[in-house]
């Protein structure tokens, strides 16, 4: 419904769809009208369940959008696939300043921080200190 009326928009200049849980099809149908959308300057989806079909469609629309700024995609699964699609996109797009990817391409090195951490607990107290600090960022990264 919303994309639908995104295709006729010639106002409305910011769109938050937070956590509406949109998925990949929702994302994908939001995509294919702002293809053409020449209003449209910042979106935000973070929290939507997209992963890799929903931000492939995304990335595939950035290559012709010419007036999107801005892209909120924090905190959504999209995956290695979905992440190397935007990367790809982002080639060919001279428009898109600001694209917001907050704990999906970190998710897997907090991981791994977090697994060398606790394997290394058993430290000088100072050290022990230090990455305790590091442990509790990555939780609440995770």
């Known amino acids: 419904r919303i994309a639908e009326a995104l295709r006729g928009n010639t106002h409305l200049t910011e769109l938050d769809l937070r956590a509406n849980v949109i998925g990949d099809d929702g994302a994908s149908a939001l995509a294919e009208v702002l293809k053409s959308n020449t209003t449209l300057i910042k979106l935000s989806l973070s929290y939507n369940d997209i ?44 428009t898109l300043t600001k694209l917001d990817l907050f704990a999906i391409l970190f998710r897997k090195i907090a991981q791994k921080i977090d697994r060398l951490v606790k394997i290394n607990f058993l430290a000088e107290s100072e050290e022990v200190a230090r990455r305790s600090k590091i442990k509790l960022r990555i939780e609440w990264m995770l």
């Open 51 to 94: 992963g890799p079909v929903g931000a492939s469609a995304l990335a595939e629309m950035l290559k012709s959008n010419t007036t999107l700024t801005h892209l909120d995609l924090d905190e959504n699964d999209i995956g290695d696939v979905g992440a190397s699609a935007l990367a790809e996109a982002l080639q060919s797009n001279a």
